[in-house]
């Protein structure tokens, strides 16, 4: 009696970290199973960070600061309130100051943000679905989402040596989202509603739910997760508006 041969099963083969930054863009699925079996996270972290400094550098290159202040304190009826001379004094902080600051927080915020995002998404589907991951998991996921965030860069790159500097708004400079058509004099806070509609934004959030449901496939189905991440960006969106309205 001859016995049956079996075949061992085939362990898929390793993806590296630069194969996964192509990978969460083009074949999400397969990507995301490779981040679930072996997480990592720093080099898409790096990435972020670099062309978000990138663009806020060569912004001020191009276009510089002094503009973009002035853009953003036309719209704040606090400042119009203020005498003329209080103007200008805030005008000549935010100019000498306010570049520092925006470094800081492109330096700073996208790990911030990750790190929080990734502990939330963990809470909630550990504690809620029971998937069982670990915080290095949820963190390889949130991170590789945020990819097409790279494409929205590399795009704005492109904007601000194609674009006349005068018409260069920093905080809409793809036209990827519904802000970008709204008129300067409009209220804060329907900005701030509009600009969250972003094409860019709805991309990172389908990769995180199928990075999700691919790790915890006996959890989370895509829907489920994908439901879930919505709720919580729709919670963040409307918290954005209200201190908008309040603050503007």
């Given at each position: 009696?001859t016995?049956a041969?079996?075949?061992?099963?085939?362990?898929?083969?390793?993806?590296n970290?630069?194969g996964?930054?192509?990978?969460a863009?083009?074949s999400?699925?397969?990507?995301?199973?490779s981040?679930?079996r072996?997480?990592?996270?720093?080099?898409?972290?790096?990435?972020i960070c670099?062309?978000?400094?990138?663009?806020?550098?060569?912004?001020?290159?191009r276009?510089g600061?002094?503009?973009f202040?002035?853009?953003?304190?036309?719209?704040?009826s606090?400042f119009e309130?203020?005498?003329?001379?209080q103007?200008?004094?805030?005008?000549?902080?935010?100019?000498k100051y306010?570049?520092?600051?925006i470094?800081?927080?492109?330096?700073v915020?996208p790990?911030?943000?990750?790190?929080?995002?990734?502990g939330?998404?963990l809470?909630?589907?550990n504690?809620?679905?029971?998937?069982?991951?670990?915080?290095?998991?949820?963190l390889?996921?949130?991170?590789?989402?945020?990819?097409?965030?790279?494409i929205?860069?590399?795009?704005g790159v492109?904007?601000?040596f194609?674009k006349?500097?005068?018409t260069i708004d920093l905080?809409?400079?793809?036209?990827?989202?519904a802000g970008?058509?709204?008129s300067s004099?409009?209220?804060?806070?329907l900005v701030?509603?509009?600009t969250?509609?972003?094409?860019?934004?709805?991309?990172?959030?389908i990769l995180?739910?199928?990075?999700f449901?691919?790790?915890a496939?006996?959890?989370?189905?895509?829907?489920k997760?994908f439901g879930?991440?919505?709720?919580?960006?729709?919670?963040?969106v409307?918290a954005?508006?209200?201190?908008a309205a309040?603050?503007s």
């Open positions: 009696m016995s041969t079996v075949q061992p099963a085939e362990t898929p083969e390793p993806v970290a630069i996964r930054i192509f990978g863009l083009f999400p699925k397969e990507t995301f199973e981040i679930a072996r997480p990592t996270w720093l080099l898409p972290l790096l990435l670099a062309i978000t400094l990138g663009v806020i550098g060569l912004f001020g290159h276009v600061w002094r503009g202040f002035e853009k953003q304190d036309a719209n704040s606090r309130e203020s005498s003329a001379q103007q200008q004094q805030a005008l000549e902080l935010q100019v306010g570049p520092p600051f470094y800081a927080i492109g330096a915020s790990i911030i943000v990750e790190l929080v995002i990734a939330v998404l809470g909630v589907f504690g809620l679905a029971g998937a069982q991951l670990n915080f290095k998991t949820s390889g996921i949130v991170a590789h989402s945020w990819m097409p965030g790279l929205s860069g590399l795009l492109l904007v601000l194609l006349d500097p005068s905080q809409n400079l793809v036209a990827s989202n970008a058509f709204v004099g409009s209220p804060r806070w701030v509603l509009l969250s509609i972003d094409l860019f934004a709805f991309w990172m959030l995180m739910a199928i990075g449901s691919v790790a496939p006996k959890k989370l189905s895509f829907g997760a879930t991440i919505l709720f919580i960006w729709l919670i963040v409307l954005r508006v209200g201190a309040a603050f």
